[in-house]
């Protein structure tokens, strides 16, 4: 007498086991795509932010060359206001580069969510 066990039960048998097979793998290569895709997306952020990084050690930097530099103290007050402008300046895009990561982010799960959901 031959049993079956629960999990040969959940897997059909016949020609629908190449449907719940291709099923399966469609579903396993959007969900590798939606992962290659999220992973691209951090790795340009990641780029991004690093240059980003970068920029504010050369601000930073500068400041202290040009105050070192300053014959006065209105010159070092002036290089010291620039530099701080500049600050904010890279504040605000800042803000407006994690808006805008953050919705190529949802964009891109939204996407792929959509299309792991209508494999068949």
Request: net charge negative; hydrophobic share 40%.
């Given at each position: 007498m031959a049993h079956k066990t629960t999990a040969d039960a959940a897997i059909p048998a016949g020609p629908d086991a190449a449907?719940?097979?291709?099923?399966?793998?469609?579903?396993?290569e959007a969900m590798l795509n939606l992962q290659k895709e999220l992973l691209d997306e951090y790795e340009q952020a990641g780029r991004a932010w690093l240059e980003r990084v970068k920029s504010e050690v050369e601000l930073w930097s500068d400041l202290a060359a040009k105050v070192t530099a300053s014959q006065s103290l209105p010159e070092g007050l002036e290089a010291y206001r620039d530099c701080v402008s500049?600050?904010?300046?890279?504040?605000?895009?800042?803000?407006?580069?994690?808006?805008?990561?953050?919705?190529?982010?949802?964009?891109?799960?939204?996407?792929?969510?959509?299309?792991?959901?209508?494999?068949?």
């Amino acid at each position: 007498m031959a049993h079956k066990t629960t999990a040969d039960a959940a897997i059909p048998a016949g020609p629908d086991a190449a449907q719940f097979f291709q099923f399966g793998k469609e579903r396993t290569e959007a969900m590798l795509n939606l992962q290659k895709e999220l992973l691209d997306e951090y790795e340009q952020a990641g780029r991004a932010w690093l240059e980003r990084v970068k920029s504010e050690v050369e601000l930073w930097s500068d400041l202290a060359a040009k105050v070192t530099a300053s014959q006065s103290l209105p010159e070092g007050l002036e290089a010291y206001r620039d530099c701080v402008s500049q600050r904010m300046q890279m504040a605000a895009q800042d803000g407006q580069r994690l808006f805008e990561e953050g919705q190529k982010l949802i964009a891109t799960v939204t996407k792929l969510n959509g299309q792991v959901g209508q494999t068949k």
